[in-house]
T-cell receptor
Framework: GENVEQHPSTLSVQEGDSAVIKCTYS??????FPWYKQELGKRPQLIID?????GEKKDQRIAVTLNKTAKHFSLHITETQPEDSAVYFCAASMGKLIFGQGTELSVKP | ETGVTQSPTHLIKTRGQQVTLRCSSQSGHNTVSWYQQALGQGPQFIFQ???????GRGNFPPRFSGLQFPNYSSELNVNALELDDSALYLCASSGTSGGSTDTQYFGPGTRLTVL
Protein backbone atom coordinates (compact mmCIF):
# COMPACT_ATOMS: atom_id res chain seq x y z
CA GLY A 1 0.00 0.00 0.00
CA GLU A 2 0.94 3.65 0.03
CA ASN A 3 3.77 4.38 2.40
CA VAL A 4 6.12 7.23 3.31
CA GLU A 5 9.37 6.53 5.15
CA GLN A 6 11.06 9.40 6.97
CA HIS A 7 14.58 9.58 8.41
CA PRO A 8 16.03 10.31 10.84
CA SER A 9 13.49 10.00 13.65
CA THR A 10 15.52 12.39 15.82
CA LEU A 11 18.06 15.02 14.83
CA SER A 12 20.11 17.24 17.10
CA VAL A 13 22.16 20.12 15.67
CA GLN A 14 23.98 23.16 16.98
CA GLU A 15 22.50 26.56 16.31
CA GLY A 16 23.70 27.81 12.93
CA ASP A 17 24.25 24.33 11.49
CA SER A 18 22.18 22.83 8.69
CA ALA A 19 19.58 20.10 9.11
CA VAL A 20 18.47 17.61 6.46
CA ILE A 21 15.46 15.31 6.68
CA LYS A 22 14.80 12.69 4.02
CA CYS A 23 11.64 10.92 2.89
CA THR A 24 10.86 8.19 0.40
CA TYR A 25 7.42 7.32 -0.93
CA SER A 26 6.00 4.23 -2.54
CA UNK A 27 3.20 5.46 -4.84
CA UNK A 28 4.71 6.80 -8.06
CA UNK A 29 1.42 8.58 -8.80
CA UNK A 30 1.97 10.96 -5.86
CA UNK A 31 2.24 14.48 -7.20
CA UNK A 32 2.33 16.81 -4.21
CA PHE A 33 4.80 16.82 -1.33
CA PRO A 34 4.24 19.16 1.64
CA TRP A 35 6.29 19.53 4.79
CA TYR A 36 4.68 20.39 8.11
CA LYS A 37 6.17 21.62 11.37
CA GLN A 38 4.36 20.64 14.55
CA GLU A 39 5.24 22.15 17.91
CA LEU A 40 4.15 20.39 21.07
CA GLY A 41 0.39 20.58 21.52
CA LYS A 42 -0.14 22.59 18.35
CA ARG A 43 -1.49 21.98 14.87
CA PRO A 44 0.74 20.90 11.97
CA GLN A 45 1.82 24.05 10.17
CA LEU A 46 2.74 24.01 6.49
CA ILE A 47 6.29 25.30 6.01
CA ILE A 48 6.95 24.47 2.36
CA ASP A 49 5.56 22.27 -0.39
CA UNK A 50 6.60 21.10 -3.83
CA UNK A 51 4.67 19.76 -6.77
CA UNK A 52 5.89 17.05 -9.08
CA UNK A 53 6.67 19.35 -11.99
CA UNK A 54 9.36 21.08 -9.92
CA GLY A 55 12.69 19.64 -8.71
CA GLU A 56 13.59 22.19 -6.07
CA LYS A 57 11.96 25.02 -4.17
CA LYS A 58 13.44 27.47 -1.69
CA ASP A 59 11.91 29.85 0.84
CA GLN A 60 14.48 31.79 2.84
CA ARG A 61 16.30 29.26 5.08
CA ILE A 62 14.16 26.33 3.98
CA ALA A 63 14.47 24.31 0.77
CA VAL A 64 12.94 21.12 -0.54
CA THR A 65 14.26 18.89 -3.30
CA LEU A 66 12.34 16.21 -5.16
CA ASN A 67 13.66 13.27 -7.17
CA LYS A 68 10.66 11.60 -8.79
CA THR A 69 12.73 8.88 -10.43
CA ALA A 70 14.09 7.73 -7.08
CA LYS A 71 10.83 8.59 -5.28
CA HIS A 72 12.46 10.62 -2.58
CA PHE A 73 12.36 14.18 -1.35
CA SER A 74 14.27 16.09 1.28
CA LEU A 75 13.93 19.13 3.53
CA HIS A 76 16.95 21.33 4.09
CA ILE A 77 17.06 23.95 6.84
CA THR A 78 20.10 26.23 6.89
CA GLU A 79 21.33 28.48 9.71
CA THR A 80 19.14 26.66 12.22
CA GLN A 81 17.76 28.57 15.19
CA PRO A 82 16.40 27.30 18.54
CA GLU A 83 12.87 28.19 17.39
CA ASP A 84 13.25 25.62 14.59
CA SER A 85 13.03 22.93 17.28
CA ALA A 86 9.85 20.91 16.62
CA VAL A 87 8.63 17.71 14.97
CA TYR A 88 8.73 17.83 11.18
CA PHE A 89 6.50 15.66 8.99
CA CYS A 90 6.81 14.98 5.31
CA ALA A 91 3.81 13.83 3.31
CA ALA A 92 3.01 12.59 -0.18
CA SER A 93 -0.34 13.20 -1.77
CA MET A 94 -2.71 11.93 -4.36
CA GLY A 95 -5.54 13.85 -2.70
CA LYS A 96 -5.11 12.25 0.68
CA LEU A 97 -1.92 13.04 2.55
CA ILE A 98 0.21 10.07 3.55
CA PHE A 99 2.54 11.21 6.32
CA GLY A 100 5.94 10.03 7.38
CA GLN A 101 6.61 9.10 10.98
CA GLY A 102 8.11 12.46 11.86
CA THR A 103 11.54 13.83 12.78
CA GLU A 104 12.09 15.47 16.13
CA LEU A 105 14.56 18.30 15.48
CA SER A 106 16.40 19.80 18.41
CA VAL A 107 18.52 22.93 17.85
CA LYS A 108 20.90 23.58 20.72
CA PRO A 109 21.95 27.17 21.43
CA GLU B 1 -2.80 30.84 12.07
CA THR B 2 -5.17 29.21 9.59
CA GLY B 3 -8.87 30.01 9.53
CA VAL B 4 -9.72 26.40 10.33
CA THR B 5 -11.43 25.85 13.68
CA GLN B 6 -12.39 22.69 15.55
CA SER B 7 -14.57 21.92 18.54
CA PRO B 8 -14.40 20.79 21.20
CA THR B 9 -10.74 21.19 22.18
CA HIS B 10 -10.75 18.23 24.52
CA LEU B 11 -13.16 15.40 25.11
CA ILE B 12 -13.25 12.45 27.49
CA LYS B 13 -15.50 9.48 26.72
CA THR B 14 -15.83 5.89 27.88
CA ARG B 15 -15.64 2.74 25.81
CA GLY B 16 -18.77 2.05 23.75
CA GLN B 17 -19.92 5.66 23.66
CA GLN B 18 -20.34 7.77 20.55
CA VAL B 19 -18.66 11.10 19.79
CA THR B 20 -19.12 13.92 17.28
CA LEU B 21 -16.28 16.28 16.40
CA ARG B 22 -16.75 19.47 14.39
CA CYS B 23 -14.66 21.43 11.93
CA SER B 24 -15.18 24.79 10.23
CA SER B 25 -13.19 25.18 7.05
CA GLN B 26 -11.23 28.23 5.97
CA SER B 27 -13.20 30.79 4.02
CA GLY B 28 -13.30 29.90 0.32
CA HIS B 29 -12.40 26.25 0.86
CA ASN B 30 -14.83 23.48 -0.09
CA THR B 31 -12.81 20.39 0.87
CA VAL B 32 -12.32 18.98 4.36
CA SER B 33 -10.07 16.06 5.26
CA TRP B 34 -9.96 14.31 8.64
CA TYR B 35 -6.88 12.73 10.21
CA GLN B 36 -6.18 10.75 13.36
CA GLN B 37 -2.86 11.41 15.09
CA ALA B 38 -1.84 8.98 17.81
CA LEU B 39 0.82 10.12 20.27
CA GLY B 40 4.27 10.20 18.70
CA GLN B 41 3.03 9.34 15.21
CA GLY B 42 2.19 11.11 11.99
CA PRO B 43 -1.43 11.91 11.12
CA GLN B 44 -3.36 9.10 9.41
CA PHE B 45 -5.97 9.88 6.77
CA ILE B 46 -9.55 8.98 7.76
CA PHE B 47 -11.61 10.47 4.91
CA GLN B 48 -12.13 13.54 2.78
CA UNK B 49 -15.27 15.47 1.84
CA UNK B 50 -15.56 17.61 -1.28
CA UNK B 51 -18.75 19.59 -1.90
CA UNK B 52 -20.68 17.47 0.61
CA UNK B 53 -19.66 14.11 -0.90
CA UNK B 54 -17.10 11.63 0.45
CA UNK B 55 -14.05 11.88 -1.81
CA GLY B 56 -11.76 9.16 -0.53
CA ARG B 57 -11.40 7.08 2.61
CA GLY B 58 -8.47 5.65 4.48
CA ASN B 59 -8.17 2.34 6.30
CA PHE B 60 -10.67 3.05 9.08
CA PRO B 61 -13.73 0.93 10.00
CA PRO B 62 -17.30 2.01 9.17
CA ARG B 63 -17.90 3.19 12.74
CA PHE B 64 -15.93 6.26 11.62
CA SER B 65 -18.34 8.34 9.55
CA GLY B 66 -18.64 11.92 8.46
CA LEU B 67 -20.72 14.67 6.99
CA GLN B 68 -20.10 17.90 5.17
CA PHE B 69 -22.68 20.67 5.24
CA PRO B 70 -23.63 23.24 2.56
CA ASN B 71 -21.37 25.82 4.25
CA TYR B 72 -18.52 23.25 3.93
CA SER B 73 -18.16 22.72 7.66
CA SER B 74 -17.83 19.07 8.60
CA GLU B 75 -18.44 16.52 11.33
CA LEU B 76 -16.61 13.35 12.25
CA ASN B 77 -18.66 10.75 14.11
CA VAL B 78 -17.17 7.76 15.86
CA ASN B 79 -19.46 5.04 17.22
CA ALA B 80 -18.69 2.28 19.71
CA LEU B 81 -15.54 3.99 20.97
CA GLU B 82 -12.51 1.83 21.71
CA LEU B 83 -9.48 2.62 23.87
CA ASP B 84 -7.32 2.82 20.71
CA ASP B 85 -9.46 5.68 19.42
CA SER B 86 -7.71 7.94 21.93
CA ALA B 87 -5.83 10.42 19.75
CA LEU B 88 -5.67 13.95 18.39
CA TYR B 89 -8.23 14.36 15.60
CA LEU B 90 -7.26 16.92 13.03
CA CYS B 91 -9.26 18.38 10.21
CA ALA B 92 -7.71 20.16 7.27
CA SER B 93 -9.39 22.37 4.74
CA SER B 94 -8.21 22.91 1.19
CA GLY B 95 -8.80 24.59 -2.07
CA THR B 96 -11.54 24.92 -4.52
CA SER B 97 -11.09 21.97 -6.85
CA GLY B 98 -10.87 18.88 -4.67
CA GLY B 99 -7.61 18.24 -6.46
CA SER B 100 -4.67 16.17 -5.30
CA THR B 101 -2.25 19.10 -5.19
CA ASP B 102 -4.38 21.45 -3.11
CA THR B 103 -2.61 22.71 -0.01
CA GLN B 104 -4.23 21.49 3.20
CA TYR B 105 -4.40 23.78 6.23
CA PHE B 106 -4.94 22.16 9.59
CA GLY B 107 -7.17 23.11 12.47
CA PRO B 108 -5.95 22.96 16.09
CA GLY B 109 -7.37 19.48 16.63
CA THR B 110 -9.62 17.77 19.18
CA ARG B 111 -7.90 15.67 21.82
CA LEU B 112 -10.10 12.62 22.45
CA THR B 113 -9.46 10.40 25.44
CA VAL B 114 -11.34 7.12 25.73
CA LEU B 115 -11.39 5.52 29.19
Amino acid sequence: GENVEQHPSTLSVQEGDSAVIKCTYSDSASNYFPWYKQELGKRPQLIIDIRSNVGEKKDQRIAVTLNKTAKHFSLHITETQPEDSAVYFCAASMGKLIFGQGTELSVKP
Amino acid sequence: ETGVTQSPTHLIKTRGQQVTLRCSSQSGHNTVSWYQQALGQGPQFIFQYYREEENGRGNFPPRFSGLQFPNYSSELNVNALELDDSALYLCASSGTSGGSTDTQYFGPGTRLTVL
